[in-house]
């Protein structure tokens, strides 16, 4: 089955504590994408990657990393979280070419207290 | 740059009722336009999407025309149903800002029996 999978789904940690989200895609895509989904502020991009070893700042990057250094995996790291990071976040993949869609994965709820 | 404006919701009907509603985009050029969903507690889902002027896409349904000389993309649908409601995002993709995407805040659906 085509899917993203978001590893947790549930995280609540404490302020500074690093932790690694992982996002796996099984669609041999591209692309892929991180977002943070806030009430009223829909949806805002964090970080994105066009291909392996290709990342790029989105809306709203700071706070968080990235790599890809293989096709289907995209870790979104908070390297010292704090509470205006607590959200819902998702994970994205599509391939190149404007005619098609993303993916989304069924999302990380994190909250840093 | 680009960028997608939906309308304000929340948005209650009744079971049954027509539903408009409405997404504007600013871009130039041709992109890709897409309405997504987000049923309670679940990832972003493809409702549908139409990638040239004059498109229309359909599923479940629901519809969109893709209207170049208004630059929008309202989503309709004849009858709703209680299970419509969810969370709806109007987006956009293309290629002049390096194939991504651009999502509108979402508009909130309650339709009560």
């Known amino acids: 089955e085509a899917q993203v999978t978001q590893n947790p789904r549930y995280l609540i940690t404490v302020t500074g504590k690093k932790l690694t989200v992982t996002c796996s895609q099984n669609?041999?895509?591209?692309?892929m994408s991180w977002y943070r989904q806030d009430p009223g502020l829909g949806l805002r991009q964090i970080y994105y990657?066009?291909?392996?070893?290709?990342?790029d700042k989105g809306d709203v990057p700071e706070g968080y990393k990235v790599s890809r250094k293989e096709k289907r995996n995209f870790p979104l790291i908070l390297e010292s979280p704090s509470p205006n990071q607590t959200s819902l976040y998702f994970c994205?993949?599509?391939?190149?070419?404007?005619?098609?869609?993303?993916?989304f994965g069924p999302g990380t709820r994190l909250t840093v207290t | 740059g680009d960028s997608v404006t939906q309308m304000e919701g929340p948005v209650t009907l009744s079971e049954e009722a027509f539903l408009t509603i409405n997404c504007t985009y600013t871009?130039?050029?041709?992109?890709?336009l897409f309405w997504y969903v987000q049923y309670p507690g679940e990832g972003l889902q493809l409702l549908l999407k139409?990638?040239?002027?004059?498109d229309k896409g359909s599923n479940k349904g629901f519809e969109a025309t893709y209207r170049k000389e208004t630059t929008s993309f309202h989503l309709e649908k004849g009858s709703v149903q209680v299970s419509d409601s969810a969370v709806y995002f109007c987006?956009?993709?293309?290629?002049?800002?390096?194939?991504?995407?651009?999502f509108g805040t979402g508009t909130s659906l309650t339709v009560i029996p």
């Open positions: 871009a130039t050029g041709y992109p890709s």
């Open positions: 994205a993949s599509s391939s190149s070419g404007i005619t098609y869609e993303q993916y």
């Open positions: 987006a956009l993709r293309h290629t002049n800002t390096g194939n991504q995407f651009y």
């Open positions: 990657s066009m291909n392996v070893e290709v990342t």
């Open positions: 669609m041999n895509h591209e692309y």
């Open positions: 139409a990638t040239k002027a004059d």
